[in-house]
């Protein structure tokens, strides 16, 4: 028996074998603080509260809808994918979160292998992961698990890359970064994000034309948005979105590149190898399509370092990573 765990900045996720298939249950990773009457009348509510001391948090999924229905802030106990060090009582959230998803082990020191994104390569200032991957370490541990940290996109080479020998590049577009690894056979890999993702997108496109990120999330999130035909649902919003899209597109094939030919002496492919996309914000319509033709457009500016065989939407684009590390933790 084995566990995969993805904590992202947005949702976490477990990927565990059932029967002959593999199941994947997924939780927002979001809070909301409620006051003392609306704690009062919790009592005979349904809704998944925690308590900590005076103060008491509506957590997951339903931490969204209520927050838009009180007009609350919804509270995150990550940012751009480590643990948000601005947010105390989000540790005590996140750790019940986990405990739910996850649960009991199936047996004794079951393997747990749980995601850990690279550090920014767009942003210096960011602090490392060292505390982050020990808070989860600590925390699984005091579960019953024997936790392992995985790289976020190394995990998907795992789930997706298995027909090509282990090579090829793997993106992950979550909320809070883009997470990169290119690998060769697992034996040599380059690993990197950039800081620009689905949160990027939707606090600037709602800046860009003076609108809240509610509802840019609306639309975006609105399963008829398509970024082939943005303008269908709002004309502003949804071009806004779409051009968001491109830059952040053209931002992490500038960085790939460039980190590419940092890396080139310790990995050289000999052949094409092929691109998987994923992630939350790799699920809109059009998104493939997008990023193919940004890519053409980069690569006739300034030719890529590599070749490219083929550029695919992983199967399951938000449970790529989870799958991926079941896998891992399943072989290691
Ligand atoms: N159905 C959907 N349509 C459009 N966008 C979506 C949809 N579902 C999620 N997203 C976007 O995807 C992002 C979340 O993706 P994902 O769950 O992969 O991120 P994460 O793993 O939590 O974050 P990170 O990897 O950066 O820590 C958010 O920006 C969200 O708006
Ligand atoms: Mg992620």
Redesign the pocket.
Known sequence: MSVGL????????VARQSGQGVEVKRIR?SFVEIDDEQRQRLSSSTLNAVHLGNKSFIVGDEAISLARILNKEVRRP?S??VLNPEERDGRMVISTLIKTLVGEPKEEFEKCAF?V?SLPVDNASKSGTVWHTGFFNQLLEGLGYDPEPVN?ALAIIYSECANDDHCGIAI????????VAASYKLIASIEFSVAR???W??ANSAAAVGTSIAKV?KI????A?DLRNPEALDDEIGSAIMYHYKAMIKHELTYLSREWIKMKAQLDFPNAIPIVL????A??KGFKELWIEELDRFHKRSPLPFKVSEVRLAKD??GA?ARGLLVYALSS
């Open positions: 993805d904590l992202g900045t947005a949702n976490l996720l990773n990550m751009a994918g995601s994104p976020e992950s577009h979550g909320a809070g970064q883009v997470n993702s689905g949160d997108i939707d999330l975006k999130e609105d399963p948005f994923s992630g939350g914000t699920s809109l684009p938000m990573v």
